[in-house]
């Protein structure tokens, strides 16, 4: 009779006054929410809601990892990065121009195997002539001109663009050949885009 | 008269010359105020004036109080949080939670809802096309944008009584700042900062109140581009495709959780109704 009577409130108890399931804490909830309510769609699959090492580590401080961790992982993404074969940095800064300018690339509602863009004016002033730009990142206007276009600087520039991360591990910045996002080519053009005296960045 | 307006805010663009920047400059002022950006907030202060939303708030009022679908029962029972049929206010207190399915709802979520349990409509039918283009807009956005303009001058007050409204918020959080994706984007990598825009578009900084309503108040918001009329659904979906996530389901509970921490980061400021976008 007791039990029946214990089962019996379980099943009319609303579910208010139940006491409460073992919680997970808000990350874990979250990221078991995202896993359950996400679907992949075109080129853009689950593996990429799961956290690689940078973003694990980077959404777990804030985005203020302690300063020798930062530096560590800051130096193993500098090693991943693959520098031409032909000892060339810098392109064309017309092509450049037009791979800044293209948002493309990634989303879902890209093509597979389609070359993308940099989406570099989202973010950053760039050329004079564009006034449609973002102030996410800093003013990229005058670069060479005013930091110089020598192969130090060459070298800065393609490694930055090739992966940010390597330079400031919790960057806003993309990593946009080290997940495929740009080719040796394209960032070769934006190099000369930043660093070409010829360059309108730079006049 | 759109188009003639669209002329002559692109004019106003082209004539505009940026603020100059020196190269290295660190950051600008909190709120970026050059002359692009004040041409655009003139030509949407011209186009408040006379906002197509308000042809979708008559649609949506019309098809809260037919009685539509297998059940042929209107919506006027349905209980968006104060009570059967009650509209006024609604909106602005979503999401909030609610005993009869014992989890957090917000507006759409919950209209949907009601479509399904009062009318009988499919609920995997309304996922399938929720969005509105150019020659459809489906009936749950403009319901929504009904129930948006009946909470038109009200504070923003989402209820946070409840462990699970609680819940939804602190899990909301985590997934505003959570970095994933191609890209390594979260919601803060554009929505975390003050003073921030993407190319011309300015980027309201959500985790604080006077900044927040910025962006919650134009929601849901008739977009000039390809006229049409778009929920927060629609906006959270293609923010998530911007930072190269995979697809968020349609009125799932992870976007209520984002829409709970939008709104209560809202908390205190004046709902303007639904708004117009360019």
Redesign the interface.
């Given at each position: 009779m007791q039990r029946l009577a214990a089962l019996l409130l379980a099943a009319t108890a609303?579910?208010?006054l139940a006491p409460?399931a073992a919680?997970d804490d808000?990350?874990t909830?979250?990221?078991t929410?995202?896993q359950?309510?996400?679907?992949?769609?075109g080129i853009?699959?689950?593996n990429?809601?799961?956290?690689d090492g940078?973003?694990a580590i980077?959404?777990r401080t804030?985005?203020k990892p302690p300063k020798e961790i930062a530096q560590r992982l800051e130096q193993d993404q500098l090693a991943g990065i693959r520098w031409p074969a032909d000892g060339k940095l810098v392109g064309d800064w017309k092509s450049g121009e037009r791979i800044a300018q293209n948002g493309r690339g990634?989303?879902?509602?890209d093509p597979a195997n389609a070359p993308g863009g940099g989406s570099c004016?989202?973010?950053h002033?760039i050329g004079p002539q564009e006034?449609?730009?973002?102030?996410?990142g800093?003013?990229?206007?005058?670069?060479g001109?005013?930091?110089g276009s020598g192969p130090d600087m060459q070298r800065y520039v393609y490694g930055k663009i090739y992966n940010a991360?390597a330079f400031s591990l919790c960057s806003?910045m993309?990593?946009f050949d080290h997940?495929g996002?740009l080719s040796e080519q394209q960032i070769k053009d934006l190099v000369a885009l930043l660093l070409d005296p010829g360059s309108p960045v730079n006049k | 008269m759109t188009r003639t307006l669209a002329l002559c805010a692109a004019a106003a663009l082209v004539a505009a010359a940026p603020v100059p920047q020196a190269a290295g400059q660190t950051k600008p002022p909190a709120v970026e105020r050059d002359a692009t950006t004040e041409e655009f907030e003139k030509f949407r202060a011209v186009l408040e004036a006379d906002n197509p939303a308000e042809l979708f708030e008559l649609r949506g009022a019309a098809l809260w109080k037919t009685p539509r679908g297998p059940k042929n029962a209107s919506l006027e029972r349905c209980d968006l949080g104060l009570g059967p049929g009650v509209v006024k206010g609604a909106y602005v207190q979503l999401p909030r939670y609610f005993a009869d399915t014992g989890k957090v709802m917000d507006a759409e979520q919950r209209i949907v809802h009601c479509m399904v349990t009062l009318q009988g409509f499919d609920a995997a039918a309304l996922a399938k096309q929720p969005f509105s283009n150019e020659t459809r807009t489906p009936d749950p956005v403009a319901i929504t944008t009904f129930v948006a303009g009946q909470s038109r001058g009200m504070k923003i007050a989402p209820p946070q009584t409840r462990p699970q409204e609680r819940e939804a918020y602190a899990v909301g959080r985590e997934i505003f700042f959570y970095r994933a994706g191609g890209y390594d984007f979260s919601c803060a990598s554009c929505h975390g900062e003050d003073g921030k825009r993407i190319r011309t578009q300015q980027l309201p900084n959500f985790t604080r109140p006077e900044e927040a309503i910025r962006s919650y108040q134009g929601w849901p918001g008739y977009r000039m581009t390809g006229g049409v009329m778009h929920t927060l659904q629609w906006r959270l979906n293609d923010c998530f495709r911007q930072q190269r996530f995979p697809e968020p389901g349609y009125v799932s509970d992870s976007l209520t959780a984002l829409l709970t921490y939008l709104a209560v980061n809202s908390k205190g400021q004046v709902y303007k109704g639904p708004g117009i976008k360019r």
């Open positions: 609303p579910a208010i409460p919680a808000p990350r909830a979250a990221v929410a995202l359950r309510d996400f679907k992949p769609r853009a699959t689950m990429f809601l799961v956290e940078v973003q980077c959404n804030d985005d990634m989303t879902w509602s004016y989202n973010c002033r006034t449609s730009f973002g102030t996410i800093p003013s990229l206007f005058q670069f001109k005013t930091r991360k806003q993309p990593r997940v996002a | -």
